[in-house]
């Protein structure tokens, strides 16, 4: 019954699994994610830019400040 609820971290961890590069500020290792952010257009329709970002303890705020869609 007590089921440990996945974080949202945890859920990225487990689609790109460490690379094995670390970071030498924080310790951690680095993770690369595709990050989908949407905007929306002069016109008013809405589009979205795909970016690959690299985080770890150091940037994980700045990345994800927008909660954008992983895949
Ligand atoms: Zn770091």
Do not use: H
């Not at 089921?3 to 699994?17: N, Y």
């Not at 030498?24 to 809405?46: A, F, K, L, S």
Request: proline letters at 6%; glycine letters at 8%.
């Amino acid at each position: 019954m007590a089921r440990k609820q996945k974080t949202f971290l945890d859920k990225i961890a487990k689609g790109t699994g460490p690379r094995g590069e670390k970071c030498p500020v924080c310790g951690e290792v680095i993770q690369n994610v595709m990050i989908i952010r949407p905007y929306r257009t002069q016109d008013g329709t809405w589009r979205y830019e795909r970016q690959m970002a690299s985080f770890c303890k150091c940037n994980e705020k700045e990345v994800f400040v927008d909660k954008p869609v992983i895949l």
